[in-house]
């Protein structure tokens, strides 16, 4: 029913995907243990970039995984913080109405999202939210009653605070930073 | 449900008791204990099984079992049946009593007569055989007949054209014979039609002329996939044959001598006596198509009638021709011959009970018994049933013999349509045929080409993992996430088993496993009862409620990002509602797990049982296979192995990106799943609201880890104990 042609086709075939598999397999290990672990150690400063980047770098600490909000941890270095230890689960990006504990926007951002707060009552809201609808899928946008700005931006190992909504510097920096670090740096 | 005992006669021997019918019809029913002696007089339908039990001072479970061991052999029926409102009694008081020989606890003889007065049969022909055959379906009650003819009343019809007077000669047969049947039996439906044959697409004609009108008939029939009836008379034989369109041979698979023998005599012979007994064998046979009351009996074959001798005898059967032109393509299709009801199977001490929840019968077989019923279920033929349970056996199986004993036990629908549908309010049917139109079809195909459109367009609203976490609390977000996953899926399943009953079969749900996926599934076995082209809207219905659901959740991420006002937690819930919906649309092309897709393609090409082929040739070209593997495989039909040619390289596709999915997803998302939990469980206070809070997700993550596993455990073991 089947030709040696076939058969010898279908054994390289066959050979070819388990190569495949395989090889993808050993390029994600690295990513997958830090996605299941969180990152304990700390990580590596990020690749020199050959554009200037927006916002200000901050250390990025070591980011262990913690067992719930409110868990004793290692203090954060910045407010809001943009690395360091978080809970197991993470954050989709989206408008939210009330504040996301930091534990767990730290989260979003080793996912290489962009977190934009303010404090409640700012007036430039609207423009906020304008960026969040542009950027569905890379902009968490909560409130935070303790800020040292009326905005503050983030990403992983950046931040960025800004006394009104400046929308052009707002999508600036949430173009220039997400995906740039997901687990590991991207770039 | 009060079982009546038919009065059949009855001899009591030691052990046993006879029940005799008629001449040659014999039910034996062994009863060492004289437990079915002591409960015979008491069922003359006054009592139902608990208060038989009573009054015998016995288990309600040994009356139930005896009354089963009864009805299995057609000895009862229901006395609590009630006929339904519309239905002459007094006129069918004799077709009831007819019926009633083989009505059972499941089915009473109204069933029967209600099955004929939602029935249509087309006659071609008003003239010899037309005449007797249009009288005994209007007395039996046939609620439409439409009969066609061209000829006008000629003095010499009246020797045996039983619907003409002589004051009729002249007029046209079609106008006498309708205003004749209306008398006969004014509460059916009967409609002349006046016109001449041409071909095949008139479908229409006279049955002695022109000579190629059985073919035709049997083109538009096999086409339609209506049974056909037909017959003539030749010299001194009367002819019956008749097609079961997808089951049996179509006139155009008969050899060619047997065809110009049985078309090719144009000299009318035909009596008053002939006529009407082929006329009443041909009605005979309608009678079984309709009702089912027996299986048809000249399906694929030619019946002769002599004259002379008085012998009616099956002259000739017929094979399925796979070349033949008319019904070779409809052949490929495996076309259950055997439609069973639905049935349960309860593994009991090594044997298994199977029974009908319909039908209250149950009864008890060992495991080959099973493998052969599975087969049977999943639309396999009498053949193929028999090389699969010999395969699994190991040593020839006859399943031939295994489904006459399901039949008697009253599981084997033979021929009727499936009953389950019957109760269906008609509202919720008009309701499916809008939802299951030509037009509604067409928008769910322009809504899934939009969704791709707006997905290639739009990286931003592709659906990630993350979206699971649409609310800030975690246990919120899993509880309802995996609550929406599972409402869309039995939605999914909803449309399958609405889109089906549109169609007009039954369905069932059941939930199983696909390699690492446990699956809700809508038993979709009794789709081979309908055309070819009726399958696929039942098939993709579960698919197109996917298409609307994410062209909608789509929308909404796309109306947001245009500006439109709308709340932030459904924006946010749109987005998981896109990651199910994509999840659950790209899991039906893994065709190789046997999804909705596998299902359409199995159907477009005409495929016998290409997961087994593909999975022999695999295993050929890889490792190798038995001799029995490899004779199996030379068997396997042409169809299947056409299409396994190209179908094997894409299930090695589908396999890799299953093992790499299982790898790069479901693996490390359990293990996160799992250190998660591990985590909060070990380290957060126990009274506190973090260790509260995680139950419900650790309840949700170990279900999915469970069932999928327990599955595989318990075949395991039952194949150990096997």
């Given amino acids: 029913v089947t030709t040696v042609w076939e058969r010898a086709g279908l054994r390289l075939f066959a050979l070819a995907l388990v190569a495949l598999v395989a090889w993808e397999l050993a390029g994600n290990t690295g990513n997958l243990v830090r996605a299941v672990r969180g990152t304990p150690a700390t990580p590596g400063p990020p690749p020199a970039s050959s554009v200037r980047l927006p916002g200000r770098e901050v250390r990025v600490l070591a980011s262990p995984h913690i067992p719930y909000i409110g868990a004793p941890h290692a203090p954060y270095d910045s407010n809001p913080p943009t690395s360091g230890p978080h809970v197991p689960w993470t954050v989709a990006p989206g408008i939210y109405g009330s504040s996301i504990p930091w534990e767990l926007q730290v989260h979003a951002l080793e996912h290489g999202h962009v977190v934009i707060q303010y404090r409640p009552g700012f007036d430039g809201v609207a423009t906020l939210e304008g960026v969040a609808r542009r950027y569905p899928a890379d902009v968490v946008l909560a409130p935070r009653q303790e800020l040292p700005a009326p905005v503050a931006l983030t990403a992983w190992g950046r931040l960025e605070l800004l006394q009104s909504a400046n929308r052009g510097a707002i999508e600036r920096f949430v173009v220039a930073l997400r995906g740039r670090y997901v687990h590991g740096w991207r770039r | 449900?009060?079982?009546?005992?038919?009065?059949?006669?009855?001899?009591?021997?030691?052990?046993?008791?006879?029940?005799?019918?008629?001449?040659?019809?014999?039910?034996?029913?062994?009863?060492?204990?004289?437990?079915?002696?002591?409960?015979?007089?008491?069922?003359?339908?006054?009592?139902?099984?608990?208060?038989?039990?009573?009054?015998?001072?016995?288990?309600?479970?040994?009356?139930?079992?005896?009354?089963?061991?009864?009805?299995?052999?057609?000895?009862?029926?229901?006395?609590?049946?009630?006929?339904?409102?519309?239905?002459?009694?007094?006129?069918?008081?004799?077709?009831?009593?007819?019926?009633?020989?083989?009505?059972?606890?499941?089915?009473?003889?109204?069933?029967?007569?209600?099955?004929?007065?939602?029935?249509?049969?087309?006659?071609?022909?008003?003239?010899?055989?037309?005449?007797?055959?249009?009288?005994?379906?209007?007395?039996?009650?046939?609620?439409?007949?439409?009969?066609?003819?061209?000829?006008?009343?000629?003095?010499?019809?009246?020797?045996?054209?039983?619907?003409?007077?002589?004051?009729?000669?002249?007029?046209?047969?079609?106008?006498?014979?309708?205003?004749?049947?209306?008398?006969?039996?004014?509460?059916?439906?009967?409609?002349?039609?006046?016109?001449?044959?041409?071909?095949?697409?008139?479908?229409?004609?006279?049955?002695?002329?022109?000579?190629?009108?059985?073919?035709?008939?049997?083109?538009?029939?096999?086409?339609?996939?209506?049974?056909?009836?037909?017959?003539?008379?030749?010299?001194?034989?009367?002819?019956?044959?008749?097609?079961?369109?997808?089951?049996?041979?179509?006139?155009?698979?008969?050899?060619?001598?047997?065809?110009?023998?049985?078309?090719?005599?144009?000299?009318?012979?035909?009596?008053?006596?002939?006529?009407?007994?082929?006329?009443?064998?041909?009605?005979?046979?309608?009678?079984?198509?309709?009702?089912?009351?027996?299986?048809?009996?000249?399906?694929?074959?030619?019946?002769?009638?002599?004259?002379?001798?008085?012998?009616?005898?099956?002259?000739?059967?017929?094979?399925?021709?796979?070349?033949?032109?008319?019904?070779?393509?409809?052949?490929?299709?495996?076309?259950?011959?055997?439609?069973?009801?639905?049935?349960?199977?309860?593994?009991?001490?090594?044997?298994?009970?199977?029974?009908?929840?319909?039908?209250?019968?149950?009864?008890?077989?060992?495991?080959?018994?099973?493998?052969?019923?599975?087969?049977?279920?999943?639309?396999?033929?009498?053949?193929?049933?028999?090389?699969?349970?010999?395969?699994?056996?190991?040593?020839?199986?006859?399943?031939?013999?295994?489904?006459?004993?399901?039949?008697?036990?009253?599981?084997?629908?033979?021929?009727?349509?499936?009953?389950?549908?019957?109760h269906s309010p008609v509202r919720a049917a008009r309701v499916a045929a809008a939802l299951f139109s030509r037009a509604a079809w067409c928008l769910y195909a322009l809504l899934l080409a939009a969704c791709c459109v707006v997905l290639a367009l739009h990286r931003e609203l592709w659906p990630d993992y993350e979206d699971v976490f649409y609310l800030a609390n975690p246990t919120l977000s899993v509880v309802s996430f995996a609550a929406t996953g599972v409402a869309i899926t039995a939605l999914h399943e909803g449309a399958h088993w609405l889109a089906a009953r549109a169609a007009g079969v039954g369905a069932r749900f059941s939930i199983s496993r696909r390699s690492f996926l446990p699956v809700f599934e809508t038993d979709l076995t009794k789709l081979w009862a309908l055309p070819r082209e009726r399958r696929y809207g039942p098939l993709l219905a579960g698919m197109a409620f996917n298409s609307v659901l994410l062209a909608a959740a789509l929308g909404v991420r796309l109306a947001f990002e245009a500006g439109v006002s709308i709340p932030n937690g459904i924006v946010r819930f749109a987005a998981a509602l896109v990651f199910l919906d994509v999840l659950g649309l790209g899991f039906q092309f893994l065709v190789f797990l046997r999804t909705d897709l596998y299902a359409v393609l199995v159907v477009a090409f005409g495929c016998r049982d290409l997961t087994r082929v593909n999975q022999l040739r695999l295993r050929q070209a890889l490792w190798g296979l038995s001799p029995a593997q490899e004779a199996e495989l030379a068997d396997a039909h042409p169809t299947d192995v056409r299409v396994a040619r190209w179908f094997s390289p894409l299930y090695l596709v589908g396999v890799a990106g299953l093992v790499y999915a299982f790898f790069v997803w479901f693996l490390p998302g359990t293990a996160l799943g799992l250190g998660w939990l591990a985590l909060t469980l070990s380290h957060s206070p126990v009274s506190g609201s973090a260790f509260l809070q995680t139950i419900p997700i650790a309840l949700i993550v170990t279900l999915e880890l469970a069932v999928p596993i327990a599955v595989v455990l318990v075949r395991r073991f039952r194949s150990v104990r096997a």
Avoid: M
């Avoid at chain 2, 007089?41 to 139902?48: A, I, Q, V, W």
């Avoid at chain 2, 198509?289 to 012998?311: C, E, H, K, N």
């Fill in chain 2, 1 to 422: 449900v009060k079982p009546r005992l038919k009065s059949f006669a009855r001899v009591a021997a030691p052990g046993k008791i006879v029940f005799v019918r008629e001449l040659g019809v014999e039910f034996e029913l062994d009863d060492p204990s004289g437990a079915a002696s002591a409960l015979l007089p008491l069922l003359d339908g006054t009592r139902t099984s608990e208060e038989l039990a009573s009054e015998l001072g016995s288990g309600v479970d040994d009356v139930e079992e005896t009354i089963a061991a009864l009805d299995a052999r057609g000895l009862l029926e229901d006395a609590s049946a009630e006929a339904p409102p519309g239905l002459d009694t007094d006129r069918h008081a004799s077709n009831l009593a007819f019926f009633s020989t083989f009505a059972s606890l499941g089915r009473s003889s109204f069933e029967f007569q209600q099955a004929l007065a939602g029935a249509t049969v087309l006659v071609l022909g008003a003239g010899g055989f037309g005449s007797s055959v249009l009288l005994s379906l209007a007395g039996l009650g046939v609620g439409r007949l439409r009969l066609v003819d061209v000829d006008r009343v000629e003095r010499r019809n009246l020797s045996r054209q039983l619907l003409y007077r002589e004051e009729d000669v002249g007029r046209a047969k079609v106008d006498t014979a309708v205003e004749e049947l209306r008398s006969f039996n004014s509460s059916i439906e009967v409609e002349g039609v006046e016109r001449w044959i041409r071909g095949p697409a008139d479908v229409a004609g006279l049955l002695d002329q022109p000579p190629e009108v059985h073919l035709w008939a049997n083109e538009a029939c096999v086409a339609a996939g209506v049974p056909l009836v037909g017959g003539g008379v030749l010299w001194a034989q009367g002819i019956l044959y008749s097609v079961d369109p997808g089951r049996s041979a179509c006139r155009r698979c008969f050899p060619q001598e047997s065809a110009s023998v049985v078309g090719g005599e144009r000299t009318n012979r035909a009596t008053a006596p002939t006529a009407a007994l082929t006329a009443s064998l041909i009605t005979l046979e309608v009678l079984r198509y309709l009702t089912g009351f027996a299986a048809p009996v000249a399906a694929g074959s030619v019946w002769t009638a002599d004259a002379a001798s008085g012998r009616v005898s099956r002259a000739l059967s017929v094979a399925r021709d796979p070349a033949c032109p008319v019904c070779g393509a409809v052949a490929a299709q495996p076309a259950p011959p055997v439609t069973l009801r639905p049935l349960s199977v309860v593994e009991d001490g090594g044997e298994f009970i199977v029974g009908s929840a319909e039908t209250g019968v149950f009864v008890s077989i060992p495991e080959v018994g099973v493998v052969a019923l599975r087969a049977l279920q999943a639309g396999q033929s009498v053949e193929d049933a028999t090389a699969t349970t010999s395969d699994w056996a190991g040593e020839h199986v006859n399943v031939a013999e295994f489904v006459e004993t399901l039949r008697e036990c009253g599981f084997v629908l033979d021929g009727a349509a499936p009953e389950d549908g019957e």
